[in-house]
C-alpha cells in the first residue's frame, strides 16, 4: 500500500479537485485507492457525493481515536474507490492532538495496523502546514504538490519544501516528492505560461509534464457529487487528470498495478 499526500498550504490550488479526480483515474486501472479527506471543510467527501449523515466514522475517529482504516471508508460511486470522509469535528482536532504523545504519528500508526486491502491511499490535506498536514506527511511514501500557475507559486513552494526537509529530518526519513503538478493553466494568459516556465526551470524532472487546464467541467462536477471523470469525461480538465495518472504510475514502484488508462 503506497501512501501520497496532496499537500500545499496554500488554498485554492486544486488540492481537492486532485485528489478526486486523480483517485478516480488510478481506480479506472484497476487499482484500489482509498481517499483520506484530511481537510475540515469535508470537499472531498461533498465532491464524490457523500452525504454528511453518511459520515459515521471519519478521518478525525482515526487521529483521535485511531479507528482501524477497514472500519472508516465509504466505497463511492467509483468502482475501485473508497473514502475515509471528513466530518465537521476535524475542525477542532489540531488542538486536541496537542495533549498526545507522538501527535505527529497518530496517522502513521493507524496505517502501520492496516490490511492490504487498498494499492494506493491519497490524502487530500487541509491548506496549512499543521499538525493534520504533518500527520499525513509522517505517514506517507512521498508528496503529491499541486501547484497554481500564479506569480506567488514558487514562493509558497519554498515554505512547503522546508516543512518537508524538517519532517524527514525528524520524522519520515523516506518522505520523498513524487512530483508538482501545474494547476489552473490557461494558455491565453502570458502570465501562466512564464509562471511554467520558471517552476520547471527551478524544479526540473520534478514538475509533471502534464498540466491541469482551467476547466469548467471541474468547477462543476463537485456540485452534482461527482468526480470530472464521470461528470463529463471528454473534458480537457478529465482528459488531463487521465494524463497525470499516467505518468504518476510510471512513477510509482513497479509492484503497484500496470494496467494502462484507457482514453
Known amino acids: 500500500m503506497k501512501c501520497i499526500a496532496i499537500a500545499n498550504q496554500k488554498g485554492g490550488v486544486g488540492k481537492t479537485t486532485t485528489a478526486i479526480n486523480l483517485g478516480t483515474a488510478l481506480a479506472a486501472t484497476g487499482m484500489r485507492v482509498l481517499l483520506i479527506d484530511l481537510d475540515p471543510q469535508g470537499n472531498c467527501s461533498t465532491g464524490l457525493g457523500i452525504n454528511r449523515a453518511d459520515r459515521d466514522r471519519s478521518s478525525y475517529d482515526l487521529l483521535i481515536g485511531e479507528a482501524a482504516l477497514e472500519d472508516s471508508y465509504i466505497p463511492t460511486k467509483v468502482p475501485n474507490l473508497d473514502i475515509v470522509p471528513a466530518t465537521v469535528d476535524l475542525s477542532g482536532a489540531e488542538i486536541e492532538l496537542v495533549e498526545f504523545d507522538e501527535r505527529t504519528h497518530r496517522l502513521d ?47 509558497g513552494l519554498s515554505q512547503l519544501l522546508n516543512t518537508v526537509e524538517r519532517i524527514r529530518t525528524r520524522f519520515n526519513p523516506g518522505l520523498s516528492i513524487l512530483g508538482v503538478a501545474l494547476t489552473m493553466y490557461d494558455r491565453r494568459n502570458r502570465l501562466t505560461e512564464q509562471v511554467s516556465e520558471d517552476v520547471r526551470a527551478v524544479l526540473g524532472k520534478v514538475v509533471f509534464d502534464t498540466v491541469i487546464p482551467r476547466n469548467v467541467r471541474l468547477s462543476e462536477a463537485p456540485s452534482h457529487g461527482l468526480p470530472a471523470l464521470i461528470y463529463d469525461h471528454r473534458c480537457s480538465g478529465s482528459e488531463a487528470y487521465i494524463a497525470l495518472a499516467r505518468e504518476l504510475i510510471a512513477r510509482l514502484p513497479k509492484t503497484a498495478p500496470r494496467d494502462v488508462i484507457a482514453a
Open 109 to 155: 500508526k493507524v496505517f502501520s495496523r492496516a490490511s492490504d486491502r487498498w494499492d494506493v491511499v491519497l490524502i487530500d490535506c487541509p491548506p496549512s502546514l499543521g499538525l493534520l498536514t504533518m500527520n499525513a506527511m509522517v505517514a506517507a511514501d512521498s508528496l503529491l504538490v499541486p501547484l497554481q500557475c500564479e506569480f506567488f507559486a514558487l514562493e
